[in-house]
């Protein structure tokens, strides 16, 4: 049985009047980079603080690495969390955010943090505030790695980054990945760079999970359909219709269904790129009640038994 | 689980221990000695300046003392003005008073603040230490050495107003202080150190209150002098019941809280006399209404008045009593203090981000 690294019952969290996140459940299972993704404000870092412990809940519960609560010290110890814009003790070298947080954990890979930021090329006697964003982002992944966690949780680490320094930064998770074997879950409201490092979704709307699972799962049990624009109408009545795109002559209709069903005569089916469906459901706020992993309370049914 | 999914040791959690509490000692250091090396600058600076005026003071009360032997000596008036012109900026204390306050703030309320500030809390509380141990281990180490720092310091001050206490002042007309005296009481013996880490202890909960570093620091500084004003004003006068006196010599090192009247065992007033009685008793006019060191002149209003059947009341707490009221006032602002730092380290582990 697959433990899962995070694990949310009911959980919300109000700020004021407002609810940032709302009955959220979900359990992302272990060995996955996962990609929490959504429009801004749509509750992502309001649900990683709460994994992270930063925050405590206004409802339900959280918990983490196999029902550790979450901000317990057990917790802490696996976890390693990346706040959005990699907050650093700026006028600290990089040398000693290394010492800091070795002090900080009870594991602290001194060598691996060495090695990586020398390779990087980020010198240890810089003060963190003069590095470059992307230096920054590394730093902080480094000093995260270095801690030896099960669990990484950067929070939209790439938003501020540029292309490039977005490239390297998501080859460094995946590498980290393959390596140790540390899941990852991460948000982001960078579609593009997701499909290239993800292999499990989590589609949080208004507060809401909308669609969680694995992507193979998720793109295998969806398709393209492209056919005559007079005949939508009738299949988006018979079919799951995500979204629907309709042109003069064509309609598109992403709809979920699987391989086996044959596309109606006349239509020709296509398989979904991540982008393309995440896109949909982003664009169809709604389309989590359709059946299927998206429901509501009942996500953990598409958690994947290996 | 599977051989992927774990990377730790598995050994590793079934003996999960925290992280030492000393390693957080470099930590505390790194980060806050910068804040430390101020303060220390800041002290040093004002004690080799108090050291300075201090010489000065001494020798004026030395030579003072010196010529006023006999006190009707020529040389004894110019040498009396003499010792109470030096330095008299600083001879009510007053100014002194900043000081607990100032370290207390500017050391105190960043601790927290800044972090919630810059956002680098978010790092700090998500490591393995935890957040509220991470807390505690920052406040009541500079606590102490902050305190600690604010009691040598003190050392300096009791050698510096030594000369206003000395019991042979009031024989040659000399400034004679009481060790109660406001600005005073506090610049001496523990309270000093007591205040500073008070005034730590309110900045640092303002700082997590506010979460700003400048604003946390007026904070500071306002519920400081609040909290000043009020000990000073209502808390330290009843800290012992005061002793009543109908004696008329009370000692100049007395603190005076009130003086009344009373003819035939019943009361008469309390202060100053109507203007009606002091015509009455005293038509040569009313002796002057102060005198040296603010105090009011008793004996002459007494010369008037004894002979009418009045006896003079006064209620006072005696010099004696300075160390039990050090204790005193040093107790409970240590229970404060620690009320405070408790309570921040309570919001801190609360804290819903």
């Known amino acids: 049985m697959s433990m899962n690294v995070i694990e949310a019952d009911g959980l919300g969290k109000r700020y004021g009047g407002t609810w940032a996140l709302r009955d959220c459940s979900l359990a992302v299972p272990a060995g996955h980079v996962a990609a929490l993704v959504g429009p801004n404000g749509a509750g992502k870092t309001t649900l990683l603080n709460l994994a992270a412990g930063l925050a405590a809940p206004s409802a339900g519960g959280v918990t983490v690495l196999d029902g550790r609560p979450a901000g317990s010290v057990a917790a802490l110890d696996g976890i390693a969390f990346v706040a959005q814009d990699t907050p650093l003790y700026k006028n600290l070298p990089a040398r000693d955010m290394l010492h800091l947080t070795r002090n900080l954990n009870r594991r602290f890979d001194q060598q691996y943090a060495e090695i990586r930021l020398g390779e990087l090329g980020i010198p240890l006697k810089r003060k963190a505030g003069k590095l470059s964003g992307g230096q920054q982002a590394q730093l902080a992944l480094t000093l995260a790695l270095a801690r030896r966690p099960r669990l990484l949780v950067p929070d939209e680490p790439v938003a501020m980054l540029d292309p490039v320094a977005r490239h390297d930064f998501m080859a460094s998770v995946l590498t980290a990945m393959a390596a140790d074997g540390v899941s990852v879950v991460l948000s982001s409201h960078v579609l593009a760079e997701l499909e290239r490092v993800a292999d499990y979704l989590i589609l949080l709307s208004r507060g809401r999970v909308q669609l969680a699972g694995e992507v193979d799962d998720l793109l295998a049990s969806h398709r393209m359909l492209t056919g005559p624009a007079a005949e939508a109408d009738q299949y988006a009545e018979r079919l799951s219709v995500v979204h629907a795109r309709r042109g003069q002559a064509q309609a598109h209709l992403l709809v979920r269904t699987t391989s086996d069903d044959p596309a109606p005569p006349g239509w020709e089916a296509h398989p979904v790129g991540l982008e393309e469906l995440a896109l949909a459901y982003l664009r169809e706020p709604g389309a989590a009640a359709l059946p299927g992993p998206a429901r509501g309370r009942n996500n953990q049914q598409t958690e994947v038994t290996k | ?353």
């Not at chain 2, 930590?27 to 040093?44: C, E, I, M, P, Y």
């Open chain 2, 1 to 353: 689980m599977t051989a992927m999914t774990v990377p730790a040791d598995p050994k590793e959690d079934t003996s999960l221990r925290s992280v030492p509490w000393q390693r957080m000692g470099w930590v505390t250091w790194r980060q806050h000695r910068a804040s430390l090396a101020g303060v220390a600058v800041f002290l040093g600076a004002l004690a080799v300046a108090l050291w300075l005026a201090g010489r000065q003071l001494h020798s004026a009360h030395t030579a003072a003392i010196a010529a006023c032997h006999p006190a009707s000596s020529l040389a004894c008036p110019g040498m009396v003005i003499a010792f109470d012109g030096t330095n008299g900026f600083l001879a009510n204390g007053f100014i002194l008073q900043a000081v607990p306050v100032l370290i207390g703030a500017f050391a105190g309320a960043p601790v927290l603040a800044r972090e919630l500030e810059t956002g680098t809390f978010r790092y700090a509380w998500t490591q393995g230490f935890g957040r509220w141990r991470w807390t505690l281990a920052k406040l009541v180490p500079l606590g102490v050495v902050l305190a600690a720092a604010a009691g040598a310091f003190s050392l300096l001050l009791n050698w510096y107003y030594q000369p206003y206490f000395d019991a042979g002042n009031q024989a040659v007309s000399l400034t004679e202080l009481t060790p109660f005296s406001p600005g005073l009481f506090d610049l001496r013996g523990i309270g000093f150190a007591a205040w500073t880490l008070a005034a730590f202890a309110i900045g640092a909960l303002a700082g997590m209150l506010i979460r700003r570093v400048v604003p946390a620091i007026v904070a500071t500084l306002a519920a400081y002098v609040a909290l000043a004003f009020a000990a000073g004003g209502w808390l330290r006068p009843a800290y012992m019941t005061p002793a009543v006196t109908s004696n008329l010599n009370v000692p100049g090192s007395a603190w005076i809280l009130s003086q009344w009247w009373t003819k035939g065992g019943k009361f008469a007033f309390a202060g100053w006399p109507s203007q009606s009685l002091l015509n009455r008793f005293c038509p040569t006019g009313p002796p002057g209404p102060v005198g040296p060191g603010g105090k009011p002149k008793a004996v002459s209003l007494a010369g008037c008045l004894t002979p009418h059947g009045y006896t003079q009341w006064t209620s006072y707490q005696p010099a004696s009593r300075f160390w039990s009221f050090q204790w005193i006032e040093g107790g409970w602002l240590l229970a404060l203090s620690a009320l405070l730092i408790a309570a921040t380290v309570w919001l801190v582990r609360r804290r819903a981000a």
